[in-house]
């Protein structure tokens, strides 16, 4: 039996979770807190082997209770935005779901806590995800690029692209008005091996930037410089090294 505690502010959506769980035998339901505070104490008392969490919560969020999580419990965040996603899996999460829970989404995350929970080797979702390596695109160019977290794929056209960030085996990406920022599961070689070299630059070991829809480089500290974009994207924040990259780049010293 795999043990677990749900963490949300809204009985409500405890109560959904738990009815959507009551589909999955092997998971026994240990635990219910409305704040971080409740939380704390499940863990500390019977540390359960996941933690289903909520992450916008009144006081203290989801993401703060992460210290407080003891290493051998698995934590799958429910939350109803997709926007906390690219810190969720930085803080190795094993899941991302969002509200309203799809219970087949929710199903392939109970078979991984399943496995993880037998010691099965999980393969990495991202490991069978295809990219066009074998063509470079062009501007023009629609490219279909999984969403990380999701059983959907979505098509780009290249030329939307404004910069790239790589999260481990994922990528953030910031694209054109008013599309966002996305996570997707494709790694950032992945798509350095498929954008035209013309349009877009490499920058450091973490970032990709379609340099023509660079607006303006802005200092903020020592380590951090802010690069706003045309056509309503998103800005990034970049390193010293990266930035100092990017800088050469615009002004020929390549």
């Known amino acids: 039996m795999i043990s677990a505690i749900l963490v949300d502010d809204e009985p409500r959506a405890n109560e959904m979770m738990r009815k959507l769980l009551a589909t999955h035998p092997e998971i026994e339901i240990v635990g219910v807190a409305e704040n971080v505070t409740e939380a704390r104490r499940l863990l500390e008392t019977s540390p359960p082997d996941v933690v289903f969490l909520d992450i916008d919560m009144p006081g203290d969020s989801g993401l703060d209770l992460l210290v407080s999580v003891p290493d051998g419990t698995r934590v799958v965040f429910v939350t109803a935005s997709d926007r906390h996603a690219v810190r969720a899996f930085a803080a190795a999460a094993l899941d991302y779901l969002v509200k309203p829970v799809d219970p087949?989404?929710?199903?392939?995350?109970?078979?991984?806590?399943?496995k993880q929970a037998a010691g099965t080797p999980e393969i990495d979702p991202c490991d069978s995800v295809d990219a066009d390596v074998a063509t470079v695109l062009g501007l023009d160019a629609a490219v279909t690029v999984p969403l990380a977290g999701k059983t959907t794929s979505l098509v780009?056209?290249?030329g939307d692209i404004c910069w790239i960030e790589s999260l481990r085996n994922y990528t953030r990406v910031g694209l054109k008005s008013p599309q966002g920022v996305l996570l997707f599961c494709r790694r950032l070689s992945q798509w350095d091996a498929i954008l035209p070299a013309d349009a877009f630059a490499r920058v450091g070991r973490s970032h990709i930037v379609q340099i023509a829809t660079v607006n303006q480089i802005e200092w903020k500290s020592r380590n951090e410089t802010v690069v706003t974009f045309e056509a309503g994207a998103a800005p990034l924040a970049l390193g010293r090294a990266p930035a100092k990259r990017l800088r050469e780049i615009l002004t020929g010293h390549s």
Request: proline residues 0%.
């Open 104 to 114: 087949e989404r929710l199903a392939d995350t109970v078979a991984r806590i399943r």
């Open 156 to 158: 780009l056209t290249v």
